[in-house]
Each structure stands twice: as C-alpha cells, then as structure tokens.
C-alpha cells in the first residue's frame, strides 16, 4: 500500500496537470484500500498481467521488427551484389570499345575490320555477343557497318534519342534497351566518341544482343528461395532481362513499377520493402512481393530482387504465430495462478 504521505503536497506550486494526476492517485488509493484482502490480491494480479502481456508484446514486436530487417537487407545485399557485377561488366565493355574507337578514323573506315574483330573477340570473352557494330559520323550518317545495314539511313538512327545525346555530349554510355536497326531483335546499344571534342566527330556504336550476352546472363545464379527472382530495368521500365522463376520475359515489356523504377533510376536511389502487385492482369490474380532496387551507376538500368511475401516473410510468420501461443498460454497460466492464489 503506498503511504498517504506521498499525496500531502498535491497543492501549492503544482500545476494543474499535477493536480489532476494527484487526485486520480488519490481516489485510486481510496479505492484500493477499501477492497478487501481477496480483491486487492485479484487486482494486483491482473495489473501484473497486464504489465507481463505488455512487456512480452513489446519485445515481441522489437524480434518481429529485426527478423524483418534482416529479411529485407539480406535481399538488399543480394542486389548490391548482382548491381556491382554488372556495372563491373558494362565498365569493361566500355573500356574495350574507347580503346576500338581511338583507332578508328571516321574519314577512312577501310581499316576497321581487324580493330572490330579483336573487338568481338574481346567482347566474346566478357560473354557478350554483338549484334552489329557501326560507325557514324557528326551528323548521325551511317559510314561502315558489319553486317551492311544499306536500308538503315542516318536519319532513321537519329530517331533514337541516345545516339544524338552522345553525340551532343561526346561521352561513351549504355542506351536502354530499343529495337536493333533495321530489325525488332532486342539490343542495347554501347557508344564511344571519335576525337576529344564536343560535339564528337563521330560515334561508334555496338550493338548488344541482350539475349545472348552476359546482361541477360549474369543474374541467372541469383537463387532467392522457391519464388525469388532477379529483373534489370531500364530507364524506361522496359525489362532488359528476368531469371527463372519469374514470368516468362516477353519482348520490350514494361515493369508493373515502371514509373517508380524511372524515378529511383534518375535518382540514383536504392530502396526496399513490400509491394503489391498483379502479374496476371487478365486474371487478376494478385501477388504480394518483397522487394528490394539497386540503380546501376555506368548505365540508366536497375537490378530489381522479387520474391513473394507469403515466402520471405513466412519465417516472420510463424515467429509472430510463436509469440502468440507462447503469450496466450503465459496469459491463462498467470489468470489461473490468480485466481489460485485469490481462494
């Protein structure tokens, strides 16, 4: 029983809120010591149930809370991982194509031929096939191609905005993925500049087969559980590559994030946690996933890790379905000690 003592200097200098919790106290207390011996047992009893249901709840949620941070950093991790491939690829590629293009000359192609086999034979190591190769020059104009690509003009190549962007800018980059010239076959183009200059005096320009190559390749390991896989995106939210188990890849399809994933593209912003999202429209089955985006820094793509929440989240389950049995039974242990201890 607390000692009247405590309430005698409820008044004076308190403020009114102190006043107010004072008089709750009070009649509190006077409440308290008229029940007789039984209810105060029964009351003190429950106040101490209520406390170990709360401090159990409390530390409850903190594991539940950590489990599901660990859930998510470790897919997190596994996109880092995949993103620092292949950027570490695109890097090199790019390399060996600078390398290419400072031994070409714009204004006497007839010497290209070797430079681009040791190019192909190069990329071919790197497990990247080529599409075709072209040389253009200021204007966009197509001066040498392998294979000929006589009914593709210049004009039709300054149709995709990343080639004039590079030649504006005379900077080497990776496009996103277009329709490889004069075909529909999926290509990713690699452009490095001629000269020093701005703008460049020329390009050239690899075409990469997307399917064959290392870029749809690489991410095929990624194993995450029964329902996980890997996706790399690109600025557009075109879907460049997908592994195994996911939705059969058909050709330029968009991601169901597309916009979301554009933005943290440009952003260059990784990010985590639940979606949801429907995978078959037609049937509108919905499916619940964890996921976890990591930008690329040497191309406008993003290495995206998906898996189904029903599955990530299932060790979270049943330590969440844990503490529940173990608090009902601690709960109804303590009710019947009480209610033992009360008679």
């Known amino acids: 029983m607390v000692p009247a003592c405590l309430f005698r200097n409820c008044s004076g200098t308190a403020s009114v809120s102190g006043e107010l919790w004072c008089k709750i106290a009070k009649d509190a207390m006077k409440l308290f010591t008229g029940l007789t011996l039984r209810r105060k047992i029964a009351v003190l009893a429950v106040l101490g149930l209520v406390a170990g249901i709360g401090v159990f709840s409390f530390l409850g949620m903190r594991a539940v809370n950590q489990t599901t941070e660990v859930m998510l950093e470790g897919l997190m991790t596994t996109a880092h991982v995949v993103a620092d491939y292949l950027d570490e690829t695109l890097a090199r590629a790019l390399s060996e194509l600078r390398l290419a293009s400072e031994k070409v000359d714009v204004n006497n192609p007839e010497n290209i031929e070797n430079t681009i ?38 004009d039709d190549f300054l149709a995709y905005s990343f080639i004039g962007d590079a ?30 200059r701005s703008p460049a005096e020329g390009l050239l320009v690899a075409a990469v087969d997307v399917g064959r190559s290392s870029i749809g390749g690489l991410v095929q390991p990624v194993q995450v559980g029964e329902t996980g896989y890997a996706e790399i ?22 991601s169901d994030h597309s916009g979301r994933f554009a933005d943290l593209i440009a952003a260059g ?43 990530a989240l299932a060790p979270i389950t049943e330590l969440r379905r844990s503490l529940l049995i173990f608090g009902t039974v601690l709960a109804m242990t303590i009710a019947l000690f009480a209610t033992l201890v009360t008679r």
């Open 233 to 254: 995106v690109d600025s557009n939210g075109l879907v460049v590559a997908r592994t195994e188990p996911g939705p059969a890849l058909s050709l330029f399809e968009k």
């Open 167 to 196: 030649l504006l800018s005379a900077r080497a980059g990776v496009s996103g993925m277009v329709s490889a010239p004069p075909g529909a076959t999926p290509v990713v183009f690699l452009s490095s500049p001629l000269g020093s």
């Open 269 to 311: 912003e990784p990010t985590g946690g639940l979606c949801h999202t429907c995978h078959e429209p037609v049937l509108r089955v919905e499916s619940k996933d964890v996921l976890a985006f990591v930008p690329l820094t040497e191309a406008r793509w993003g290495v995206v890790i998906r898996q189904q929440e029903s599955e």
């Open 117 to 154: 086999a040791d190019l192909e034979e190069t990329y071919e190591r790197l497990s990247i096939y080529l599409y075709n190769v072209y040389l253009l020059d200021a204007s966009g104009r197509i001066v040498w191609s392998r294979p000929d690509a006589l009914d593709f003009s210049g």
